[in-house]
């Protein structure tokens, strides 16, 4: 099914709401679904194209309504390119995001951080990233559209709007680099040096398929990473899935005035 009828099917449902922007929620993080008003949520099992299998820790919906006045779609799980070894998964539920009439995305994740100053429970604005997979949702597109500008792919003013939010609210929101590996094994130790002299300040399995698609797409993206964990041999304590879940539970009331205080500003 095309991504312009399944707007059409969604539309259907929501009696014609609107929608201005995605919100792509990562590992724990979709509690955030329970703040939307007059919400509309449309099960990804009655989307086709849409991801199906799901990782513990996501809520396989779409959920249309408004979220501090912003016209909203958001989507409460995700496809990862480790479940499947397909790096464009995500690409008929952003399709559909377009076809709804979104102008943007607001992509986050759940994230090993590489920064003392980036503990569990803290978020990072994302301003840059390191596409470490060996792939791209965008190999074996034809013609010269798949040549994306990548340069400023995270929007500037979405992320001066980010900024305003989270001082609005007293968040010290840290810019900084985010690293996609396929996963599903965590980093090595070394690894994680490598990635530090490289630059990144987060790590995750995500994200950044979607925002190469995204700016395809001719949307604009913003992001945000969720810390919890230290990167592998940075702490004594085990990295785990569980873990994930379980930080991104305890932060996820700073998470959620963080989203809120961003769409506040636009
Ligand atoms: N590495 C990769 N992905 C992750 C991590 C990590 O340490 N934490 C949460 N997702």
């Known amino acids: 099914m095309s991504a312009v009828t399944l707007a059409i099917n969604i539309n259907k449902r929501t009696d014609d709401k609107p929608v201005d922007m995605g919100l792509i929620l990562g590992s724990g993080l979709s509690g955030l679904m329970d703040l939307i008003d007059d919400a509309t949520a449309v ?4 989307l086709p194209g849409f991801p199906h299998a799901g990782v513990s820790g996501h809520s396989p919906n779409l959920v249309i309504g408004t979220m501090e006045g912003v016209n909203v779609a958001v989507f409460g799980g995700r496809s990862h390119y480790y479940e499947h070894g397909k790096a464009d998964a995500m690409r008929v539920p952003l399709e559909t995001l377009k076809a709804l009439g979104a102008k943007a995305v607001c992509v986050t994740n759940s994230a090993g951080s590489l920064r003392e100053d980036l503990p569990p429970g803290s978020q990072m ?16 597109e034809p013609g010269d559209a798949r040549f994306v500008d990548m340069v400023d792919c995270y929007d500037p003013e979405l992320v001066a709007a980010a900024r305003r939010g989270a001082a609005e609210i007293g968040v010290d929101l840290k810019d900084g680099v985010y690293a996609w590996l396929s996963g599903p094994a965590f980093e090595t130790p070394a690894e994680i040096r490598m990635l530090k002299t490289l630059g990144a300040d987060t790590v995750g399995m995500s994200t950044v398929p979607e925002v190469i698609l995204a700016r395809f797409l001719g949307l604009k993206t913003v992001g945000f990473s969720n810390v919890t964990n230290m990167a592998a041999g940075m702490s004594a304590t085990a ?11 305890k932060s996820a009331a700073q998470f959620q005035a963080l989203i809120k205080a961003f769409l506040r500003q636009l």
């Open 43 to 46: 099960p990804y099992d009655e």
């Open 125 to 140: 604005l994302i301003t840059d990233h390191l596409n470490l997979s060996g792939t791209s949702p965008l190999i074996g």
């Open 239 to 249: 990295i785990t899935h569980a873990q994930t879940k379980e930080w991104a539970a």
